[in-house]
T-cell receptor, first 114, second 118 residues
Framework: NAGVMQNPRHLVRRRGQEARLRCSPMKGHSHVYWYRQLPEEGLKFMVY????????ESGMPKERFSAEFPKEGPSILRIQQVVRGDSAAYFCASSMDNRYQPQHFGDGTRLSIL | AQKITQTQPGMFVQEKEAVTLDCTYDTSDQSYGLFWYKQPSSGEMIFLIY??????QNATEGRYSLNFQKARKSANLVISASQLGDSAMYFCAMREGGTSGGYQKVTFGIGTKLQVIP
């Protein structure tokens, strides 16, 4: 499968724990985007990364959330000290460029906080 | 103002009929792009169709076509010959901003839930 790979598909955490969401972009794609989707809502942009660089993090909460896209390996979205309000579907997308090509999405990670 | 407006929270269509899902957008940019994505109940986001602001022809992909009316700032999705598998949420999205050659951010609408009736 050459598509965007996200794992895990479902993640359950207790309040105060850390959540790590992984995303491997499509082959040949160097641009990665993270979005959050609350129930019955559209996708909200969180962060845009290229290899080893955060380009736009204007949608990321200032505390507890961080993202990286290392030279080797998948992009990681990390949420520290999770709270109930972090429960959502988190989608990763990748694209070949950051201007004209469409973003292709992974299947998402459904995060549930107990 | 909302960047992307989808005014139909839910739509019904009879199987084999055509259906139009509305999308209007707001931008002052000259160069922008419009997308439609489908999200079935299983949750994945599926890219359907793309229209660039300078494209003179309406985009088509199989049974999907995008009715692009630039002056009215609308980019409606038309699905012809609806199938039961078309039942899903449909999201309109726009990329805009950025200087020439620069990064363009994508904004999504809140979606329209389409149900195809046998």
């Amino acid at each position: 499968n050459a598509g965007v790979m996200q794992n895990p598909r479902h993640l359950v955490r207790r309040r105060g724990q850390e959540a790590r969401l992984r995303c491997s972009p499509m082959k040949g794609h160097s641009h990665v985007y993270w979005y959050r989707q609350l129930p019955e809502e559209g996708l909200k942009f969180m962060v845009y990364l290229q290899k080893e660089n955060i380009i736009d993090e204007s949608g990321m909460p200032k505390e507890r959330f961080s993202a990286e896209f290392p030279k080797e390996g998948p992009s990681i979205l990390r949420i520290q000290q999770v709270v109930r309000g972090d429960s959502a579907a988190y989608f990763c997308a990748s694209s070949m460029d950051n201007r004209y090509q469409p973003q292709h999405f992974g299947d998402g990670t459904r995060l549930s906080i107990l | 103002a909302q960047k992307i407006t989808q005014t139909q929270p839910g739509m019904f269509v009879q199987e084999k009929e055509a259906v139009t899902l509305d999308c209007t957008y707001d931008t002052s940019d000259q160069s922008y792009g419009l997308f439609w994505y489908k999200q079935p109940s299983s949750g994945e986001m599926i890219f359907l169709i793309y229209q660039g602001s300078y494209d003179e022809q309406n985009a088509t992909e199989g049974r999907y076509s995008l009715n692009f009316q630039k002056a009215r700032k609308s980019a409606n999705l038309v699905i012809s010959a609806s199938q039961l598998g078309d039942s899903a949420m449909y999201f309109c999205a726009m990329r805009e901003g950025g200087t020439s050659g620069g990064y363009q951010k994508v904004t999504f609408g809140i979606g329209t839930k389409l149900q195809v009736i046998p």
